[in-house]
């Protein structure tokens, strides 16, 4: 970059950006902090204001905004970013613009779907997990080229193996030996087809829309962001908290916020435990809790024997364990009768 006359470079995503790209930093040898997190808005999607005001502070300092990845599909939520701003902002600056689709480039398989994926067209670049909603076994990660000659720029050949013009799986990645799974995306293309795949992606769409709707209609459960995919977090509030984290002060919202997490953590941990259901968590950082970290019961809803019966019962057995609390949720009922009989005093 010196030799351009820069002073640095940097790739710019959301703070919900996929660890990976930390490791791709790693890889590419330019040091983590310059893969630049933006903040993100209420449903998690980059804050693009922000983003023109980093690129503004980053010139400022000659410092090349070389890369911008949109997230189409949120690891944790599902959320996906506004590609198109990103597409212009990406044109305008010259920056490569990649768009990581991992979760969410399935969705291009439902003519129901795609449209929440507009601008991804415009990418110089496309990240999508074969092993998510295409449901192929692990290990199908690929990345896509809009122009095919940009993989040329990493590719190495060797006399034994991977000699020019020979199509060895291995000259563009980092690893050499690799088995042949685009045999089996192939195959699943083939045997799946585009209908059968629109199928599956709508169900697991319908379906979080249907869990969002049971986890509204219980009062002690929160939803926390609304699906826009298949991927939802929610959490439990006992409704006598919910209220009395309405009117609570500062110090014990905090408090509040705390026993929160540890309550999710507790029935996350002893709904594994049970063996009957497993539901996955993770932390978020919402505007709504003042950006505390709060954790939250994150859900994928891609398997399509899942029924509506099993969502019931998986809010149901939580429920329960949540009764078996003996420290988090005693905490909680005493702050928040304390905090309302205050509010009502
Ligand atoms: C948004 C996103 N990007 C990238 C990846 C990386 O995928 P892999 O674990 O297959 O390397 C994932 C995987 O969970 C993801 O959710």
Not at 224 to 247: F, I, M
Not at 260 to 270: A, G, H, I, S, W
Not at 327 to 343: C, D, F, G
Request: aromatic share 6%.
């Amino acid at each position: 970059m010196k030799h351009y006359g820069y002073d640095g470079l940097a790739v710019l995503v959301s703070e919900r950006g996929h660890y990976s790209l930390k490791k791709a930093a790693d890889v590419l040898g330019i040091g983590r902090d310059c893969l630049i997190a933006i903040p993100t808005d209420d449903n998690n999607r980059i804050r693009t204001d922000l983003l023109e005001e980093k690129i503004s502070a980053l010139k400022a300092q000659n410092i090349k905004p070389f890369a911008i990845v949109g997230v189409a599909g949120t690891t944790e939520t599902g959320n996906i970013d506004p590609l198109n701003t990103l597409a212009d902002i990406a044109e305008r600056e010259g920056c490569h613009f990649h768009v990581d689709a991992a979760w969410g480039g399935a969705s291009l398989m439902s003519n129901n779907q795609r449209h929440k994926l507009a601008g991804i067209e415009r990418a110089d670049s496309v990240t999508i997990d074969a092993h998510k909603q295409l449901y192929i076994p692990m290990g199908a990660g690929m990345v896509i080229f809009k122009d095919p000659t940009l993989a040329s720029a990493i590719e190495h050949h060797a006399e034994y193996i991977l000699r020019k013009g020979s199509k060895d799986l291995g000259s563009h990645t980092l690893e050499g030996s690799r088995s042949g799974m685009a045999m089996l995306l192939y195959a699943a293309l083939n045997i799946i087809s585009r209908k059968g795949y629109e199928m599956l992606i709508d169900q697991s769409v319908d379906k979080a829309a249907h869990f969002a709707a049971l986890i509204k209609a219980r009062e002690n459960f929160e939803l926390v962001t609304e699906p826009e995919l298949c991927l939802l977090t929610y959490r439990y509030v006992p409704e006598d908290v919910k209220k009395a984290l309405d009117v609570a002060s500062e110090e014990d919202r905090e408090t509040i916020l705390d026993l929160l997490n540890d309550l999710t953590e507790f029935v996350q941990k002893r709904q594994r435990e049970s063996g009957h259901s497993f539901v996955s968590r993770t932390r978020l950082t919402p505007e709504k809790w003042n950006r505390k970290i709060s954790s939250v019961f994150r859900v994928v809803l891609a398997n399509p024997l899942t029924t509506h019966e099993i969502l019931e019962n998986v809010l149901s057995e939580q429920e329960e364990i949540v009764k078996t609390s003996e420290i988090a949720l005693p905490k909680l009922r005493e702050i928040a009768s304390r905090i309302l009989t205050e509010a009502a005093a």
